[in-house]
């Protein structure tokens, strides 16, 4: 497994990241408990989720079960690099008006703890605004946040979906108050999604913001089965994306059995040469 600086800062975490979000929904606990050992014993220290993720009426979830899994001992937490999201709106009916979708002091405050509790843990290391929310100043975002960093409770802020003029200006504003600022962007890049290119990933270069790629595979179009027939509720779904991507998806797979690799792993290789890429 190879590791990198996290942008900017100090932390060190696998180039390949556990993503977490079908934790529950799509994924029953034990096989969740699966995965994660698995992804340990491969190396891979970099686990990322986000409260809102659990399904539909189950919000925070997931969360929940990674906490349950870090209750197992054995070192799971201690060798985890964990990262969380803050910003969805949690059917919780106690934060009244400030229960909408949104970025401010009290949602931080609040959804911080109740993170904290869920995931069964004291601190979490890179904690990230799974949105932008141009409605509040960065002065109250970055008074914030480092709040939680003076405590130990974040390790590091992140984002996650900003624009590259977000990103431009979230740190901007941190340098004027001598704040370390961003030191990652979780965004959607791969093969079949390169707009981030444009903005977003010259932004986070010229920052020094690490950038995080969610989705490489492209919701498994890249992941060497798309093509393939299938039947359930679920491929009917994508089949629309399948037949729009078609002549690219058969191009490429073609291309992967030229040179004798999987889909999967040439798109995630692709991903990863990017320079912005942690």
């Known amino acids: 497994m190879e590791y990198a600086y996290l942008g900017k800062s100090g932390m060190r975490v696998s180039r390949l990241c556990l993503g977490t979000m079908n934790f529950g929904p ?38 929940e079960i990674i906490g349950r899994w870090f209750a197992q001992g054995g070192g799971r937490r201690e060798k985890v690099v964990l990262a969380t999201k803050v910003y ?9 008006p400030n229960q909408p979708s949104g970025l401010s002091a009290y949602k931080i405050r609040r959804h911080l703890e ?57 740190q901007y504003e941190a340098k004027a108050v001598h704040k370390l600022g961003l030191v990652s962007e979780q965004h959607k890049y791969s093969l ?12 986070a270069e010229e920052h020094g913001i ?9 919701g498994g179009l890249l992941g060497g089965n798309a093509l393939k027939a299938s039947g359930g509720a679920r491929s009917t779904r994508s089949q629309e994306r399948v037949e729009a991507n078609r002549d690219k998806l058969e191009r490429f797979a073609a291309l992967c059995r030229e040179i004798g690799e999987s889909e999967a792993n040439v798109a995630l290789a692709w991903t990863l040469m990017h320079p912005a890429m942690t």
């Open 192 to 203: 079949l999604c390169r707009l981030p290119e444009l903005e977003v990933l010259p932004a």
């Open 210 to 218: 690490g950038v995080i790629a969610w989705s490489p595979l492209d």
């Open 114 to 170: 109740e993170s904290l509790r869920r995931l069964n843990t004291d601190h979490i290391e890179l904690y990230q605004m799974h949105h932008v929310d141009r409605n509040v100043s960065w002065d109250e975002l970055w008074e914030a946040f480092h709040v939680y960093v003076n405590q130990g409770k974040i390790g590091y802020v992140g984002s996650s979906n900003f624009a590259g003029r977000d990103l431009v200006k979230a």
């Open 88 to 96: 969805g709106d949690m059917d919780n009916p106690l934060d009244g």
């Open 26 to 63: 799509e994924t029953d606990e034990k096989e969740s408990f699966r995965i994660m050992d698995a992804a340990l014993d491969a190396g891979v220290n970099f686990f990322d989720t986000a409260n809102v993720y659990g399904g539909q009426g189950s919000k925070g979830r997931t969360e």
